[in-house]
């Protein structure tokens, strides 16, 4: 832990004021939907709060299962491990597969836990690049060309956080090309595969065919503080991951896995509509970063973040303290790796009159410089 700071994201909170405007919000400004709350409520007073397999409930392997189908054609229940937030399947994930002195393959930039979580397993993260003029779409020559003797697996984001980049299908492909030619592992972050806007999402899903894949209800179905995600494995590994999911949580929490169930099979048109809602919002923040100086934007395929570049002296820690006194909360790029050295984060999941006000101190900002 004394390797590990605090993430900038959480730096950032903690100096914010309490009336601030913030850019920073990695969570869905809604509620999960009714029926989800329904189902908790009817889970806690039927009984359900005991243990449960350390795999999660069997309906819920089920339907996920099912869903996983979609691209994975064998998806089976037995593939599905159930984990107490995508955090958890992505930590369980590095500590089963990774020994102290391997090295794997991140993206920069990329979210923090993907540079801390090798480095808990003793591992080293080795990034590689993820380039503004590919709209942030990893390259798979500039994975191939960071594989040494020691790495041992993959780490593919998309759609991604910080950047909002997406994979295209002639990318998905060529990563998966190259892990299977190197006998390399393929972790797939896939949180924010609802937040697709242009086009459908590309997932590793039955393209890799070593694969842990990582998904989380937090995204989709606003439920960040519920803590729930789950892994899809191939071959073996989910078996390995159930007894990690042992050590660490004993088992995912049971009411919540009912409430997920619910709002996993019920309608989806909530999630349509705030998907929706969200591609208007990226599309007022990028028109307004689009007609503002000094500033460099790629408009984001996916998630709901801009990660704009701005010209400016002083670095990019030291211009979101600078926004900050002025009452919005950005988050450096600098954050998400070296590659994220120049920009902001700008997280647009906030209604349409705070994004405009936040926008508003931006500009203001951006011209007395």
Same mark, same amino acid.
Not at 35 to 46: D, G, N, P, V
Not at 75 to 102: E, I, K
Not at 103 to 131: K, M, N, Q, W
Not at 163 to 170: C, D, F, P, R, S
């Given at each position: 832990?004394?390797?590990?700071?605090?993430?900038?994201?959480?730096?950032?909170?903690?100096?914010?004021?309490?009336?601030?405007?913030?850019?920073?919000?990695?969570?869905?400004?809604?509620?999960?939907?009714?029926?989800?709350?329904?189902?908790?409520?009817?889970?806690?007073?039927?009984?359900?709060?005991?243990?449960?397999?350390?795999?999660?409930?069997?309906?819920?392997?089920?339907?996920?299962?099912?869903?996983?189908?979609?691209?994975?054609?064998?998806?089976?229940?037995?593939?599905?491990?159930?984990?107490?937030?995508?955090?958890?399947?992505?930590?369980?994930?590095? %500590?089963?597969?990774? =020994?102290?002195?391997?090295?794997?393959?991140? !993206?920069? *930039?990329?979210?923090? #836990?993907?540079? @801390?979580?090798?480095?808990?397993?003793?591992?080293?993260?080795?990034?590689?690049?993820?380039?503004?003029?590919?709209?942030?779409?990893?390259?798979?020559?500039?994975?191939?060309?960071?594989?040494?003797?020691?790495?041992?697996?993959?780490?593919?984001?998309?759609?991604?956080?910080?950047?909002?980049?997406?994979?295209?299908?002639?990318?998905?492909?060529?990563?998966?090309?190259?892990?299977?030619?190197?006998?390399?592992?393929?972790?797939?972050?896939?949180?924010?595969?609802?937040?697709?806007?242009?086009?459908?999402?590309?997932?590793?899903?039955?393209?890799?065919?070593?694969?842990?894949?990582?998904?989380?209800?937090?995204?989709?179905?606003?439920?960040?503080?519920?803590?729930?995600?789950?892994?899809?494995?191939?071959?073996?590994?989910?078996?390995? %991951?159930?007894?990690? =999911?042992?050590?660490?949580?004993?088992?995912? !929490?049971? *009411?919540?896995?009912? #409430?997920?169930? @619910?709002?996993?099979?019920?309608?989806?048109?909530?999630?349509?509509?705030?998907?929706?809602?969200?591609?208007?919002?990226?599309?007022?923040?990028?028109?307004?970063?689009?007609?503002?100086?000094?500033?460099?934007?790629?408009?984001?395929?996916?998630?709901?973040?801009?990660?704009?570049?701005?010209?400016?002296?002083?670095?990019?820690?030291?211009?979101?303290?600078?926004?900050?006194?002025?009452?919005?909360?950005?988050?450096?790029?600098?954050?998400?790796?070296?590659?994220?050295?120049?920009?902001?984060?700008?997280?647009?999941?906030?209604?349409?009159?705070?994004?405009?006000?936040?926008?508003?101190?931006?500009?203001?900002?951006?011209?007395?410089?």
């Amino acid at each position: 832990m004394k390797g590990l700071d605090l993430s900038g994201i959480r730096k950032m909170f903690e100096l914010a004021g309490k009336d601030a405007i913030s850019f920073g919000i990695g969570e869905p400004d809604l509620d999960p939907p009714a029926r989800a709350i329904a189902a908790y409520e009817q889970a806690l007073r039927s009984g359900q709060n005991k243990y449960c397999p350390s795999a999660g409930i069997e309906e819920l392997r089920v339907a996920l299962a099912a869903q996983a189908r979609t691209y994975w054609p064998e998806a089976q229940a037995r593939h599905v491990v159930v984990t107490a937030g995508s955090l958890n399947g992505l930590l369980s994930t590095m %500590l089963c597969f990774l =020994n102290p002195g391997d090295e794997i393959l991140v !993206p920069d *930039p990329g979210f923090v #836990a993907y540079d @801390a979580h090798p480095r808990i397993a003793g591992a080293r993260p080795v990034p590689y690049p993820v380039r503004a003029e590919t709209a942030f779409c990893p390259r798979p020559e500039d994975i191939a060309e960071r594989i040494t003797p020691k790495t041992k697996a993959i780490v593919v984001n998309s759609p991604s956080n910080p950047t909002g980049g997406v994979l295209t299908e002639a990318a998905a492909d060529g990563i998966a090309e190259v892990a299977e030619d190197k006998g390399l592992l393929v972790i797939s972050d896939e949180a924010y595969d609802r937040f697709s806007y242009d086009a459908p999402h590309v997932s590793m899903l039955g393209r890799a065919k070593d694969l842990i894949y990582l998904n989380t209800f937090s995204k989709t179905y606003a439920m960040t503080g519920w803590r729930l995600g789950w892994i899809v494995a191939s071959g073996t590994h989910a078996e390995v %991951l159930r007894r990690m =999911n042992y050590q660490m949580v004993a088992s995912p !929490p049971t *009411p919540t896995q009912y #409430a997920a169930l @619910a709002a996993l099979e019920g309608p989806q048109d909530d999630v349509a509509r705030m998907v929706a809602m969200f591609k208007q919002r990226r599309d007022l923040m990028v028109r307004r970063l689009q007609g503002l100086p000094h500033v460099r934007v790629v408009p984001p395929r996916g998630a709901f973040y801009v990660f704009p570049r701005l010209d400016l002296p002083g670095g990019d820690e030291a211009i979101a303290h600078e926004i900050l006194k002025r009452g919005l909360v950005t988050i450096p790029g600098s954050s998400f790796g070296p590659g994220g050295a120049g920009h902001l984060r700008l997280s647009y999941a906030l209604p349409s009159e705070r994004i405009t006000q936040g926008m508003d101190i931006l500009e203001q900002f951006l011209r007395d410089h």
